[in-house]
C-alpha cells in the first residue's frame, strides 16, 4: 500500500459528515482502516496551524478534518495528541483557541501540546547535510504513529509547501530562525529524516494560491489526498496544484537523498484522478511586482528558486501594501557568482547568503537561506 496515493473529494468542506465519508473513503482506499495501524499506540496529529487564521482562508488545517480523524480514531483502542508550534513571533494555545481546536481535542479528551512549550532532546540527524544533530519535542519523540495534516497551499519560500515542509512546525523558535539562517530547503530534508510521518493527509478542502502560507487568496478545491508515503503524497499533491514537484527544491532534494524510494512513475493513483481535481494554483512571479515602476533592478541569474520566490513573494506584499516607493532604484543581488555590472548610482541590496561577498563595502546585507520574511521587512525598514 506504500505506493497507493488516494485523492478524494467532499461534498462541502465546512459539513462535519461530508468530511467524514470523504475522509473515510480516502483513507479506505490506501489501506488505512486496519485496527493494527492504530491499536494499542500513542497517535500524534500534527496540524497546520500557523496562527490564528479561519481554515476559510486556506491559511489552517480545516477543523472539520481534524475533528473527522480524531471521530475515526476513537473507534480504536489508541491515545490521541493533536500537536503544533505556532510560526515565530505567535502563541501556539491561542493561534488553536482561535481555530477551535481546543474544543474539539476538549469535546473528545484528546492531548493538545504547544510544542514550542515541551521539553527538547537532542537527536542526531541520521545522513545530515546541513545540519549535524537538532532538538526534537518529547511528544513528537514518544509517538508511536505519527500523522501529518498539512495544507494544499503556496508559499513564500517555495512554490508550496506540503506534507515535508508542515513537519517544520514541531522544532523551537530557534531552530525555525536557524533554519532561515541556513539551507532552508536542505534543513527540512534534514529534520525529515528525523522526525518520519506514518501517515500524510493533505488537507486541499480549502487551499491557498498566491501569497502563501498566510495571505494568499483561499481555493475552494473539497480535495483530500492521502498517503502512507510522505514524498508520495506531496508529489502528487503538486501535480494537483499545477506545479512541477521537482522545481519545489525541499522535494527534490528529498527524493534525492532516500527520504522515500518511490518513484513518481510507480505511484497508484487511487479515487479520483489527477487530472479531474486539478486546479493550477496561481504562484507569484517579479512580474507581476511592477518593479519597472520603480526602477527596481534584480540581478539574479543562477540565483535558487528559494531566493528568487521569497523576493517575489516579498516584492508583491510591498507593492500590495503600497510601499514599493521606498525601494524605488534598488538593486537587489541574488546568488553565487560575481557581479561587474556598474550599480553605483543605485541602492544596493545583497540579498541571501549566497550574495554576501559580492560588491564588497557596498550596499546592506540581508542573511538568510532564504531570507526570512521579517529579517527583510526589518533590514529595509518596511512594515507589515
Request: charged fraction near 25%; include cysteine; glycine fraction near 8%.
Amino acid at each position: 500500500m506504500k505506493n497507493k496515493v488516494s485523492i478524494q473529494r467532499c461534498s462541502a468542506n465546512d459539513d462535519l459528515q461530508s468530511v467524514d465519508r470523504a475522509l473515510k473513503k480516502s483513507l479506505g482506499l490506501i489501506g488505512a482502516l486496519d485496527n493494527s495501524l492504530y491499536s494499542g499506540k500513542k497517535i500524534l496529529i500534527k496540524p497546520n496551524i500557523l496562527k490564528g487564521a479561519s481554515y476559510k482562508s486556506g491559511a489552517t488545517t480545516n477543523p472539520f478534518m481534524i475533528e473527522s480523524l480524531i471521530r475515526f480514531l476513537k473507534s480504536f483502542d489508541c491515545t490521541i495528541t493533536i500537536a503544533e508550534g505556532a510560526v515565530v513571533g505567535y502563541d501556539t494555545m491561542e493561534a488553536l483557541t482561535a481555530c477551535g481546536i481546543d474544543k474539539i481535542s476538549n469535546r473528545y479528551g484528546t492531548g493538545l501540546v504547544d510544542l514550542k512549550k515541551d521539553r527538547f532532546i537532542e537527536k542526531e540527524v541520521p545522513g545530515g547535510k546541513e545540519l549535524e544533530s537538532l532538538k526534537i519535542p518529547v511528544t513528537v519523540l514518544d509517538s508511536d504513529f505519527l500523522i501529518n495534516m498539512s495544507v494544499l497551499k503556496t508559499h513564500d519560500s517555495f512554490p508550496a509547501t506540503l506534507g515535508l515542509k508542515n513537519i517544520k512546525g514541531v522544532i523551537s523558535e530557534h531552530d525555525k530562525k536557524r533554519f532561515h539562517n541556513s539551507e532552508l530547503a536542505q534543513c527540512i530534508v534534514d529534520l525529515n529524516k528525523v522526525v518520519r510521518t506514518d501517515l500524510s493527509i493533505i488537507d486541499g478542502t480549502v487551499g491557498m494560491e498566491g501569497i502563501g502560507p498566510l495571505y494568499g487568496e483561499p481555493v475552494d478545491l473539497k480535495t483530500i489526498i492521502c498517503s502512507f508515503d510522505l514524498i508520495a503524497a506531496d508529489l502528487i499533491a503538486s501535480r494537483v496544484m499545477g506545479l512541477d514537484p521537482y522545481s519545489i527544491k525541499y522535494i527534490k532534494l528529498a527524493i534525492e537523498q532516500g527520504i522515500s524510494s518511490i518513484k513518481e512513475e510507480d505511484i497508484d493513483v487511487v479515487g479520483y484522478t489527477v487530472d479531474e481535481v486539478k486546479r493550477d494554483f496561481k504562484v507569484i512571479d517579479l512580474k507581476s511586482s511592477a518593479c519597472s515602476q520603480y526602477l527596481i533592478d534584480i540581478m539574479g541569474e543562477g540565483a535558487c528558486s528559494g531566493c528568487l520566490h521569497t523576493l517575489e513573494s516579498f516584492l508583491y506584499k510591498t507593492g500590495r501594501n503600497k510601499d514599493l516607493d521606498r525601494l524605488k532604484g534598488s538593486t537587489f543581488i541574488l546568488g553565487k557568482r560575481n557581479f561587474s555590472k556598474d550599480i553605483s548610482g543605485n541602492k544596493i541590496i545583497k540579498f541571501g547568503k549566497c550574495a554576501k561577498d559580492s560588491y564588497p563595502e557596498k550596499g546592506c546585507y540581508i542573511k538568510g537561506c532564504p531570507p526570512h520574511m521579517d529579517t527583510i521587512r526589518e533590514v529595509l525598514g518596511i512594515k507589515k
